[in-house]
């Protein structure tokens, strides 16, 4: 994405990720993988903030999860990177219900088409990733790795 009135190379400014698209409770905290890595953490948290949705960093940074999915092919060449999906507070209810699902669904015979599905949940994150698409877009500058990021390395290769 990107914007071809700077005469720049528009097809590799941004990865935004949603493999991770688990609408099967409301839209009130959004995880961001990647969130305090690049200056996409700070539109997707102005977006968020927008539409009432908390935003939260990976709740469990040990599992490496950012480098461990299909942004990194991304990143290893620069290209700053987020990978928001649904969230939940630990220890309550809407955790509970991504722990069953990952527990007795995730890459099991029952990940099919009855799964219980919150479709305005979905369509709120559709909205969401639309309006962060659309700011990152319009946006004068490109997006990029922070001082501090281990990944800012890539980007001055």
Do not use: C
Not at 5 to 28: C, M, Q, S, Y
Not at 117 to 135: G, H, Q, Y
């Amino acid at each position: 994405m990107g914007r071809a009135d700077h005469g720049e190379d528009v097809g590799r400014i941004a990865d935004i990720n949603t493999d991770e698209f688990l609408p099967l409770v409301p839209l009130k905290i959004l995880t961001v993988y990647g969130l305090d890595e690049s200056t996409l953490g700070d539109d997707i948290r102005a977006v968020a903030q927008q539409m009432g949705v908390a935003v939260q960093p990976d709740p469990e940074p040990g599992r490496n999860v950012f480098i461990r999915s299909d942004q990194y092919n991304f990143i290893r060449h620069g290209i700053p990177s987020l990978m928001p999906a649904f969230g939940a507070t630990k220890g309550s209810p809407e955790d509970e219900v991504f722990h069953k699902w990952n527990t007795e669904r995730y890459h099991a015979p029952s990940d099919d088409l009855n799964q219980p599905v919150d479709k305005a949940a979905a369509a709120r994150f559709n909205e969401l990733i639309l309006r962060l698409l659309e700011r990152v877009a319009d946006a004068d500058t490109r997006p990029a790795w922070k001082q501090a990021s281990f990944f800012k390395r890539y980007a001055e290769k």
